[in-house]
């Protein structure tokens, strides 16, 4: 009787604790069908800038976050009180570096860079006789510049016949971009601006995510790779080092855009190199052209064209990261000590393909010649 009874009370508590439990289930279903309704559909909505419903729901973007850790690496350890390099400066007063070799690890920016999936374009313009020197510059960047990485090579010319045959590794492609070219050679010049501005909207912000643009007479001979990448990059002219700013060759007219006083400038960048964002060297090229049109008008032309109004913006827009000269040399000068690495070199252009009547004002005119320096 008294173990029946017991029997019968236990069958009642476990008959009561399913029903419980069975009412638990029915809530916790309910509660999670709503705000899974709820929320779900908002996570679209919460990616898009332009709606704010942050508040009203629990998840935020901030969760959706990927965690992308590293793998292990074997590495020398950075010492805090022992500077990697002491004869060179490697950062400016606004905490940009400045890329020597031996100040960064490739391998752990290669697998950074790697996972980001990084697209790179590089965009080269190749008019009237300097096709001459497409083949050597995609020969040697395919050696050298950005190797493992997604590559476009963006060729802009106007004479798309003229493109040699290069095979290229796989992830890499060409893309031959036909543009009209100018009479004045100082015009060929100053227009890349214009046409890297125009195609980055049309074109490049959606098949890549940095663009480098540099000149076409020149050669890659060591490695150039995702240490050089950032918002917005400008690389040392190799004709400077450490001279007063006042000496450096800014334009120096008040009535051009591109006038700096003489008080005023952090180095003197080179024309033939920059690059970042597609989105920052948008607003570089869209600045840069628009002060050339303004000149345009006022019948004046900064003095050493696209380089000075480069000069200018980075001035008043510093420079993210800064290439040292070892990104910039020129074939044929001497070595100075701090260079341990020449990796990119501007070719000496006596080249008979390309030597013409108005080669002799160039050759007082040149950019890089004009400006050496004896080391
Ligand atoms: C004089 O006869 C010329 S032609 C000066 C520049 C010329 C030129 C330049 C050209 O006929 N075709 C051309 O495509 N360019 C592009 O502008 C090319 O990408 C070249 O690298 C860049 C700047 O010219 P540059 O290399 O001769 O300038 P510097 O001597 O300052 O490096
Ligand atoms: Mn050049």
């Not at 909505?45 to 009203?56: A, G, N």
């Amino acid at each position: 009787m008294q173990q029946e009874k017991y029997e019968k009370s236990g069958g009642r508590k476990y008959f009561l604790f399913l029903i419980y439990f069975m009412v638990l289930l029915l809530v916790s279903f309910c509660w999670f069908s709503i705000r899974g309704n709820r929320s779900y559909p908002d996570i679209s909505i919460l990616c898009s800038p332009q709606i704010r419903t942050v508040h009203i729901v629990n998840i935020s973007q901030l969760d959706l976050l990927p965690d992308l850790p590293l793998e292990r690496m074997m590495y020398e350890q950075p010492k805090a009180l022992k500077p990697l390099r002491t004869d060179v400066l490697m950062v400016t007063p606004w905490l940009a570096p400045i890329i020597w070799d031996s100040s960064f690890n490739i391998d752990i920016l290669n697998a950074q860079f790697h996972q980001k999936n990084v697209r790179i374009g590089l965009t080269v313009f190749a008019i009237k006789k300097y096709t001459v020197f497409l083949q050597t510059f995609v020969e040697t960047a395919e050696k050298f510049f950005m190797v493992g990485h997604k590559v476009n090579y963006y060729i802009f010319t106007d004479r798309p016949n003229d493109m040699p045959n290069i095979t290229l590794a796989e992830g890499r492609q060409l893309v031959v971009l036909k543009v009209l070219s100018y009479k004045r050679w100082q015009e060929v010049s100053m227009r890349r601006m214009e046409m890297i501005r125009d195609y980055s909207k049309e074109r490049f912000i959606h098949e890549v995510d940095y663009l480098v643009c540099v000149d076409v007479d020149m050669k890659f001979s060591d490695e150039v790779g995702v240490e050089i990448l950032s918002d917005v990059f400008g690389t040392l002219h190799p004709g400077y080092n450490g001279g007063p700013r006042e000496r450096f060759t800014y334009e120096r007219r008040k009535a051009s855009t591109a006038y700096i006083p003489p008080d005023e400038g952090d180095f003197y960048y080179a024309g033939g190199y920059f690059g970042g964002t597609v989105e920052e060297v948008y607003k570089l090229t869209n600045f840069c052209h628009t002060a050339m049109m303004t000149d345009k008008g006022n019948n004046i032309e900064a003095v050493w064209h696209d380089e000075s109004y480069l000069n200018k913006y980075f001035l008043y827009h510093k420079p993210t990261k800064i290439l040292s000269q070892e990104y910039l040399w020129v074939e044929g000068w001497g070595v100075p000590e701090f260079l341990k690495k020449r990796r990119f070199v501007a070719l000496q252009k006596n080249h008979n393909a390309i030597r013409n009547k108005r080669d002799l004002d160039r050759m007082r005119n040149s950019r890089m010649r004009n400006k050496f320096q004896k080391y």
